[in-house]
């Protein structure tokens, strides 16, 4: 793997030559070789003073004792210098060379470094910095190269921004010199970039920013050893004949037995109508399951779409090799492969070149199968049957019958979902880039686990941006840091900064869990392709209380903006509506919902209040509960409002109105799924609670921020 291999650290002088090159500044120094050349070589510069030791190999050169600072003058330059040999000496290190510098105007140290990070590739981390910069954790990361709104954003982002802004008297630093010193390192045209690939990190900790600007008092830079061989050139496979395959083959059916998976999938295929030619291979049965056998691959009638395998690992390369150039994407489902240890990365090895070998595209191994209605494409029984424009890519096979099943049973119409497992070959980067193009995918939904591909996912996750919606559900991410780095850049960048930097740079969703992947998908399924402006505002409004706090909450906590409107606007609708003046009309907004209200007065209240703030989107909520408790009847009037609310949705042009039916448990069976089919039947979004909804409008807002980007650079 590239981050273990051999690397050569430059001395921080050097370094900060190349830093100085690309025009950031670095503090005004001297080389020197002892400590009577320190004293003179001092004498140039200006007091105070800052005294380094150069010594190779040396990571952090203050826990060495290798750095002082606040020296008087070159005098008590040299008399550091001969101090820091001797201590140095004692821990057995010596000093190649003296830096003696310049120190910086005091002002906020913080970070920049660019460092592989397995499995995504390069990134960009900015951070509080300092010694203390991992006990800080205060960072924030991009995909590398960034651009200039990459890099404010980044910045920003930081839990500790304020201090970069007027802080407690002290002026506000010169940002503007910082995000350029950012960009001089870690832009399309900045150092790395300059360096090109054999830079295997580079670090500036810290960077020194005051109002003053940024000077960079230390630097860090490796190289690999050996400069590391070009990624193979792109390629991306046509994969219409996986997703409406002509001709199927299923390898692993047993002629006696019905339980196993072969078998199962081949049923499957008969229930789900699939219309084109369906085989089985085996070594002697003539027919299973009322299916033609075959005895391999490369000896059906006509050469095969797409080959199912289910057989033990250890007999998986052998059958793809039989296919002999006559199969275009073959799928082995077999787990027991790189998952399991060394053994099966052995296998998992064997299994990729027996693909290349007999010229296949592979999938898997260690999944499920594909699934799409329009080629009666599965690999589940009772596959739904509606479908529509989401496509799902996941590595997990198990999930995948819960994202399909489940997401339709919310009423997401699906166009594809592949199963894709370890991806020795096809990976989840060739088919995003596949898919962005399809005319049938209109929202795109990813669980992954460990991309192998993942530098030219990032790359496809880019070129996805605001051309399609996708929507990324990680696992494992919760397991922080945990790998050994040697830089903070690398300590820093543990998987939740990693997945949140990868999904802010490229303008994707980053899901916190399947119910929350499904309903983002959802939310884009029907309005990615709608023109809503890009602002983080929100109307809320439900019945007063208690759930319209939460509700204002549960925006908050999406980052979602819920904006008291302003009194003029408030008191006209309180006059209109006759509202009493115990409830609240600025948003989030109480009125009447529920079994004894009008149906019509909150659309009625949205129109008026939309008529004078544009905001483009509306959470409405409703309590079951309330509908069961205040009448004999709640069904009734629960429908008679998800109607209105429906109405509204309709004819308001350049705003997504959610529904939210709270306590759906509370009411008598039956009554939520027929609310809920109202809703679909409706036009409208229907969410079980506040933060399901809340999650999925800021889903919405982050693709239609990304697609108004795009338009604006296009
Ligand atoms: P280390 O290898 O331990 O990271 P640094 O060169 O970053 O060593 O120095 C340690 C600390 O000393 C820095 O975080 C900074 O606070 C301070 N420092 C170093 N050089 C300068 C300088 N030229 N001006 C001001 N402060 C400096
Ligand atoms: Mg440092």
Known sequence: MLQDAPRRWLPEPEVKQLLADVGVRVPAGRLARDAAEVASAAAALEAPLVLKAVVPGLVHKSEAGAVRVGLADARAAGLAAAQMAEALAARGLRAEAFLVEEQAAPGVEVLVGVAERPPVGRCVVVGLGGVQAEVLADASLRPWPVDAEDVLAMWDELRGSRLLAEFRGRPAVDRSALVEATLAIAGEKGLVAKLGARVAELECNPIVASERGAVAVDARLALYADEPPAAPPRRIADFTPLFEPRSIAVVGASATG??????????????????????????????????PAFPSLGETPEPVDYALVAVPAERAAEVLRSARGRVRFAQVMSGGFGETGEAGRSLERELASAAQEAGLRLLGPNCMGVWCARGRQTFLGGAPERSGGVSVISQSGSLAGDILKHGDRMGIGFASLTTIGNSVDVGAGELLRWLVDDPHTSAIGLYLEDPRDGAELVAALRAARGRKPVVLLVGGISRQGGRAAASHTGALAGDALVWRGIAAGTGAVLASGLEDLLGALRFLERHASRDVPASPGVLAIGAGGGANVLAADACDRAGLEVTPFAPALER???????????????????????????????????????????????????????????????????????????????????????????????????????????????????????????????????????HASRARQK
């Open 258 to 291: 019905r339980s196993g998976f072969g078998n199962l999938f081949l049923r499957n295929y008969r229930a789900y109508g699939f219309a084109g030619e369906l085989w089985a291979i085996h070594p002697s049965a003539k027919e299973i399951e009322g299916v």
């Open 572 to 706: 006209e609708l309180r006059e209109r509506f006759r509202l009493g003046a115990g409830t609240s009309l600025a948003n989030p907004i109480e009125v009447p919902v529920g079994p004894l209200a009008d149906p019509q007065l909150a659309p009625a209240v949205v129109r008026a209040a939309l008529g004078s703030v544009a905001l483009p989107d509306v959470l409405l909520h409703a309590n079951a509960q309330s509908f069961f408790s205040f009448a004999d009847d709640g069904e009734t009037p629960l429908l008679r409002l998800v109607e209105a609310v429906g109405a509204l949705a309709r004819e308001l042009p350049a705003t997504r109105v959610t529904l939210v039916l709270r306590n759906a448990a509370c009411a008598p069976d039956g009554v939520a799924a027929r609310v809920r089919a109202a809703a679909d039947t409706a036009g409208l979004l229907c969410y079980d609670s506040l933060d399901a909804a809340a999650s999925a409008i800021a889903a919405g807002k982050r693709w239609s921020a990304a």
